[in-house]
């Protein structure tokens, strides 16, 4: 009777150790699984945030593309501006040669900005020159006071350090004819011409200009005593009864960049 009763306690001992196991086991397992769970939805939470989808009717975005190009051109503008210089004063020489003589003048100029365009300005200029012409036989000598409108432009948009210049010239000047054997004359002399010209910038501040009259009309008076002569000519070549001027540019406005 003992050794059944023995038999059955350590049956029942087993049935419940196997039974411990058992539940131990599943709860290990739910565990486990319970974390690989955590860990999908983490990997699915990461892939679905990268392909996340915003709604950008859910934002109001303060950006115009009207307004933009508005900016870019206002830039350009200003740019534009700031590269005419609203004075500038030019120094320099000039020459010129034909068959019988050589043409010569110290020369100086103030330039002011009347008008700016889109890629051009319009610059009026006030000047003096002292200047002449020797021949064999004849030599003359003249001061000028010029006063000129003058269009500048840039020829290519890429090469803003060029700029294309014309317009006209008007001049009074006032001096003496003396001839080889020491008689003089008094001359007064107006002048209207067209000019033609390059200006090249050097640097912010300083530019190179070389101009010429391509057309003249020239009304010229001789003076001596109770004598008067006038005389009217008119011609159109380059260098030739023309001064070719060099001057050297500085750039009030610009200094200040």
């Known amino acids: 009777m003992k050794t059944k009763q023995l038999y059955l306690m350590v049956f029942a001992f087993f049935l419940i150790n196997n039974a411990a196991e058992l539940q131990s086991q599943n709860l290990f397992e739910n565990e486990t699984t319970f974390q690989d769970l955590d860990v999908s939805l983490i990997s699915s939470n990461t892939i679905d945030l990268r392909s996340y989808e915003v709604n950008l009717d859910d934002y109001e975005l303060e950006y115009s593309v009207e307004n933009a190009s508005k900016s870019i051109t206002e830039n350009d503008a200003q740019e534009i501006v700031l590269n005419y210089a609203l004075s500038m004063i030019a120094l320099g020489v000039g020459f ?140 159109g070549l380059i260098n030739k009864r023309n001064l070719l001027a060099f001057s050297l540019i500085y750039t009030f406005a610009n200094s200040k960049r």
């Not at 110290?106 to 200047?131: D, P, Q, V």
């Not at 003396?178 to 501040?205: C, N, P, S, W």
């Open 96 to 235: 010129g040669f034909n068959s019988d003589q050589t043409l010569w003048c110290l020369h100086a100029e103030y330039y002011l900005r009347l008008a700016m365009l889109k890629r051009a300005a319009i610059y009026g200029a006030l000047g003096a020159s002292y200047n002449g012409s020797n021949s064999d036989f004849i030599s003359t000598s003249l001061i000028d006071i010029t006063l000129k409108v003058l269009m500048f432009a840039q020829l290519v948009k890429q090469f803003q350090q060029v700029r294309f210049l014309y317009g006209l010239a008007g001049g009074y000047g006032f001096g003496k004819e003396k001839y080889e054997d020491g008689f003089t004359y008094d001359i007064t002399r107006i002048t209207i011409g067209i000019v033609l010209g390059f200006q090249i910038m050097l640097a912010h501040q300083w530019a190179l200009m070389i101009q010429t009259n391509i057309f003249n009309y020239q009304e010229q008076t001789l003076k001596s005593g109770d004598f008067e002569s006038k005389t009217f000519s008119r011609w």
